[in-house]
């Protein structure tokens, strides 16, 4: 197996990969070796050493990858935000590969990550209105609810329970079915397609059949909502800007939501809740009523579950660090090496809930930073609390050593949770 590309890997780029032009043929990009794939790997909730021993001596460097793309690894934290706030330098648009790696410009998959201004700046837009703190307040009942609905049903279980699936998918898929404006009648099928195509034990010829059925079900969504439009963010996008937006537009929206917000929340979720495991001080600090807004945030940048920004490719020569990068070279900023840079503090690789982790990179920075942040952040601020108040005596299931975390996958994240609740048995 050595050099080629996990399934995890390939199933994430074939998801990103994907718009209303249609799938990206990935048969060439896809076979990355180990050379490339490193900065992705992770020993337990760590980046591995190499990741710090490159940030200290090369913030940016070559990455030797084939197929005659010129690419640069980036993970000093300045390093990072420079690149990523350099609109006028980097593009993300990915027919800059046209012509290399057997890609070409019709292959370009769309959608906001994938978008430079103007095209960006029209769909953002479009998408910041909904997630304001206004807007989002609508959901935040609801969302307190969908925990509390999460938690008696585990409740009312006997045995171990799989926490990934019990607590950290249908969080936020039910609250971006909130957010969508997916009717109630839908939701049980809608998780099931959703959460399918994340599904890292099937193959990814079944992620992606899930995958297209539920871009499927969005474009059915999106036509049932223009003759009838709800009251959540579809509804909301037709009733407003109806005329400005056809539905494979509003579909791919929708499709980015989904994408970009149900596998990093549920990655945070599952992940923070081993952390907390360990960390039985912080549970109880959190079970007594203390502040846990500076608790997510440290977790945000601790776990870093977003661990390379899209890809990036510089439109002229730039010099980035003191670096010279040639107009067309791809660049890849490792989000996990810039969160633990030395500049933001001392012990950067301990998880610390006593420091102030407000400048963190998880959610990105500059045009593209996450649009969904205050989102994800009022899902992680209700659901851990309620978590620990409610199970005071959970706890790993197994041997930590049997955890199966992803390999090298850009999303970092475990495969199953398994916990005793009780703390017993
Ligand atoms: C803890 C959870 C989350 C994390 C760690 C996360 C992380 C990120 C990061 C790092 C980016 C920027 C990527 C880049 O610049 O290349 C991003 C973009 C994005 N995120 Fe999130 N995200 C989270 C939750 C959400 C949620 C809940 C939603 C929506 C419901 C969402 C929707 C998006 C969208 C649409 C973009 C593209 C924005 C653009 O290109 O302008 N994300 N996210």
New binding site residues.
Partial sequence: MTGLLRLPMLSWLARRYVGGSGLLDLSNVSRLPDSVLWPLKRTGLDPVDELGRWREHQPVGRLPVPLGIRAWLVTGHEEVRSV?GSVDAFS?DFGNLAGSAGVTAQHNPG?????DPPV?TR??RL?TPE?TMRRLSRLAPRITAIVAEQLDAMAATSGPVDLWQAFALPI?SL??CE?LGVPYADRADFQQLSTARFDMAVDTTSSLGAMSQSVAYLLDLVGRQRKSPGDGLLGSLIREHGDAIDDLELAG?AD???????E??A??LALGSLVLMDNPATAEALRAGEAVDPFVEEL?RYL???QV??P?FATRDVTVGGVDIAAGDAVV?S?SGANRDGSLGTGMDRFDPGRAAGSH?????????????E???M??RAAYPALVRRFPGMRLAGDPADLRFRDASIVYGVEALPVLLNGAG
């Fill in positions: 990523l993300n959608g906001l990550g994938f978008a960006h769909l953002r998408l997630f936020p609250t971006i957010l929206l980015g939501v989904l994408t970009g917000g149900l990093t929340s990655s945070m945000l870093t579950v977003v920004a899209f990036r900023c989000l990179l998880a959610f990105g920075y500059g045009i593209h930073r996450c649009v969904g942040a989102l994800a952040r899902e992680l």
